[in-house]
């Protein structure tokens, strides 16, 4: 019963994870076309709207659009970037506050708040009307973020508390995160196409409501009471300046930097350099989602086998990454340009699937085996880069070239490679004498230590 539970539980993370991620690239090929409808007043496309809105005014788009199509003018340009980096802004500003309030009262009722606040931030999408509408929808977006995305990974790390089950659960969760970034644009190309802007974001709502009931069936809010049997959870601001995480954090925003400043920079250069047509640009990362999870599959396995070389799988995909990122700017067609993509999502993959659970050990053996503020840490590290990617990339490139920007976060990646050195003897750390140690030595008091010991022993 309680393996079935905690698969189930696994089923609505992952779920939870695959929407967030597809409501945050779905948007891609369809905001080019809102700003311009809502420039041209009522939907119809005046002289300056983009390639690819129909004279006639219903505003659709080529199937596969650019992820991140150019802008006719300097302020359009500005208007997407902010809108997208709105949602890593807002989570970057909440989620130490949502690590902490989920060390105080549990991961069921954050994310199922999470994804309360996903289905409205989903459902404004689908009917907003104005940009100041849809940029409060992208900032809702960054709230139930901030919420769902850390309970959940903090849910697996504590419902798979034993390796390797705890790195394949993982693992999982990260192909879910893959899947839904490199699917969404597709998706929301075609169903934007055939069947109008509303409907992608519909769906989106209905697979986020159905997640939440399940959710609700499996933890219902007045069962939460079980959260007061458990320790206090080590504060955010002692997690930070541990040694040992803040170098787990660091990587974690170094090696994401390429993907989140190459996403709105490359699609203009493909054009620019080799004159790549829409469905290129569109399929541009598309490919990449197969090595992205054959990284997952590689480091589950070789973390089951040889579990104390975590660190070295997080070096070597930091030196692939940064080897691939020098590579773009040498492509001259569409399918040289997909080879070093897939290796940066190889390398991501990599890092991600060797470094995550080494996070949750951390807090297991120097701190209190309590997830929240530690996995509220590393979406701090994720929503860095994204945060940057929209707003600084394009500078970058228009002061210093496409090329220089690659070069540089290839160099930033080799350098920071052997710095993971120092998480070698990691593996070799006892637990700590925490509080939740000291009550499952002397026999079970309370209902979660109950719970936690039938777990362990089933």
């Given at each position: ?58 505003g ?46 549990g991961?069921e ?41 850390t309970?959940?990974?903090?849910l ?62 499996l ?67 598309l490919p ?33 990454i ?137």
């Open positions: 019963e309680a393996r079935r539970q905690r698969r189930l539980l696994l089923l609505v993370v992952c779920v939870a994870l695959l929407l967030d991620n597809m409501l945050y690239m779905v948007i891609v090929p369809i905001i080019p076309d809102y700003i311009a409808a809502m420039r041209g007043e009522g939907g119809a496309a005046g002289p300056s709207a983009p390639a690819g809105v129909n004279e006639s005014g219903g659709n788009r080529s199937l596969l659009p650019a992820r991140y199509p150019p802008a006719t003018g300097g302020n359009e340009d500005v208007q997407i970037g902010v809108l997208f980096a709105s949602k890593a802004m807002l989570q970057l500003l909440v989620n130490p506050l949502s690590g902490t309030l989920i060390d105080r009262v991961y009722v954050p994310l199922l708040a999470g994804l309360a606040v996903m289905f409205l931030s989903t459902a404004t999408f689908a009917f907003a009307e104005n940009y100041a509408t849809l940029f409060a929808a992208r900032s809702l977006q960054g709230l139930g973020s901030a919420f769902a995305d309970a959940g990974i903090a697996i790390a504590d419902r798979y508390a034993e390796e390797p089950a705890r790195s394949r659960a993982l693992g999982t969760a990260l192909a879910c995160i893959s899947f839904g970034s490199l699917a969404a644009p597709p998706f929301g190309g075609v169903l934007y196409e055939f069947a109008g802007k509303r409907v992608p974001f519909l769906v989106l709502a209905c697979v986020c409501l159905l997640d939440g009931v399940l959710l609700l069936a933890a219902p809010p007045c069962a939460a009471g079980a959260r007061a049997n458990m320790p206090v959870g080590t504060p955010i601001h002692r997690l930070m300046v541990d040694p040992y995480i803040a170098v787990v954090a660091g990587a974690l925003a170094t090696c994401n930097i390429p993907l989140a400043f190459l996403e709105p920079t490359i699609a203009n250069w493909m054009k620019e350099s080799m004159g790549a047509s829409e469905w290129e640009v569109g399929l541009t990362w990449a989602f197969f090595p992205h999870v054959l990284g997952v599959y590689v480091t589950v396995r070789l973390a089951a086998a040889y579990p104390h070389l975590q660190w070295f799988y997080g070096a070597l995909g930091m030196a692939i940064g080897a691939s990122s020098c590579l773009v700017p040498a492509c001259r067609n569409f399918g040289q340009v997909i080879v070093p993509l897939c290796g940066i999502c190889f390398g991501i993959a990599l890092v991600d699937t060797a470094l995550l659970p080494t996070l949750a050990f951390l807090v297991d053996v120097r701190h209190v085996s309590v997830y929240g503020s530690v996995y509220a840490i590393a979406d701090i590290s994720y929503s860095v880069a994204y945060a940057l990617g929209p707003i600084v990339a394009g500078q970058i490139v228009h002061t210093m070239g496409f090329a220089q920007l690659n070069l540089g976060m290839g160099l930033a990646n080799v350098l920071y490679a052997p710095v993971l050195l120092f998480l070698k003897n990691v593996c070799q750390m006892k637990p700590s004498h925490s509080e939740r140690n000291i009550l499952l030595e002397e026999g079970p008091k309370g209902l979660y230590d109950t719970i936690k010991m039938e777990e362990h022993k089933g």
